[in-house]
């Protein structure tokens, strides 16, 4: 099983939970700076290490939260606590980073537009982001919310992600996908 089906049901009752009590934003903000916390390198092998107790993960996280959050966030901070006691008791901490995807694309279709992730070989200027933008909305008959990243390996074209799924418009798709073909 993969990590994003592992996450996908946290995520979901993450979304939920914050949808209902209208925290939404405070949530985004909790799940991306904690996302960042596990994938710090410290803490990617406290977490992977299993004598380190999950208490002790929980109260590390808890800290790097406290600094993220408003002082005025106490019900969120405690139902985000609950979160964290629940994903270190089974020892997921470390799915957090997909967790704040899937949950950020579940914010994303709520608010009626969708997050994509495009890649592509070398930085694209403004006016090429435009047209990305325009052609990807037509396309999908939604709004967009693009970010973008550059990989020199694609050698050219694009690749478009979102949390469902990949259109891989690169060179390199393209030959790997020749190759597959002619064997």
Known sequence: MTNTS??????????????????????SI???????????????TALA????????????????????????AVKTLQAIKNFLRLLAEYKRLCILPEILTLFEADVARDQGYL???????YPLDDDQQAKVEARLADQLKSAVKITYQK????IGGIIVRSSEWVLD??????????QSALQ
Not at 6 to 27: D, Q
Not at 31 to 44: C, I, K, N, P, Y
Not at 53 to 59: C, K, R
């Open 151 to 154: 990989d020199p390996e694609i």
């Open 115 to 121: 997050q994509l992730s495009v890649t592509s070989a």
């Open 30 to 44: 909790a799940l991306r700076a904690l996302s960042q916390a596990v994938q710090e390198s410290t803490m990617a």
């Open 169 to 178: 418009d690169s060179v390199q798709g393209r030959l790997a996908r020749l």
């Open 6 to 27: 592992i996450a996908r049901p946290y995520a979901k009752a993450a979304f939920e939970y914050a949808n209902k009590a209208g925290e939404l934003s405070p949530w």
């Open 49 to 72: 290490n299993p004598f380190f107790p999950a208490e002790h993960s929980v109260s590390l996280l808890l800290d790097v939260l406290s600094a993220a959050l408003d002082k005025n």
